[in-house]
């Protein structure tokens, strides 16, 4: 697996001089604390580095590959989301396709009282473009999937999980939500693109890990 150039230099600096803390490195390498943790992270969940409190990182050597799968399981939703873009139901479609031009993004997620009812994807709005309907107005709730049809995430689940309905249910998007009982607050987007960015970061762009 090809770590990207930091990872790789954080990896010998350990092997060479561990166990080493944070703060440690963070002076040998001329950067801050804050900006190292990232790769700290990838490399301990990877299993390349170990890290035991009060005394640092220690160097563990190169992973198996299946921990690729152990590690989407230990990273929650919560540090990976976006931004959720969200317009109450008394909007109009209009709105709404204004709002994915403006927002750039694919799906957008409806509210009644601030709580979700329903998401319009692209093809939703393209489908009611094409017809006779005064877009003006149409309330998007005339078109969304409703609740309790949503497939959502709570942020503590896993990046793993995030990927299984996404592929499972065959849709872009997932609103990232709090609540129980169908009464949920959207905090949350989790999108193919936040999947792919993750495997990237996981694999340092390299496809070899995954073969
Ligand atoms: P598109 O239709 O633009 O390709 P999707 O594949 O995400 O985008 O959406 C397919 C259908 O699934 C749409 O009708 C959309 O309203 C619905 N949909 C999108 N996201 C979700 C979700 N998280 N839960 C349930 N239905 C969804």
Redesign the pocket.
Known sequence: MDLNDRQRELLKLVEERGPITGEELAKLMNLSRNTLRPDLTVLTMLGFLGARPKVGYFYRGRPPREDVESFMRSIPVSSRMSLPVVIDENSSVYDAIVEIFTENV??IFITQDGFLS???????L?RTAIGKLDLTQTPVSMV??RMP????IHPGQSMLEAAKLIDG???????VWEGQEGKYRVVGRITKTNITRFVLELGGNDESYFE
């Open positions: 694919g799906t329903g998401c319009v994807s692209r093809k939703d393209l969304m999937t049809n949503i497939v959502g249910h065959r849709i872009d998007a997932l609103p």
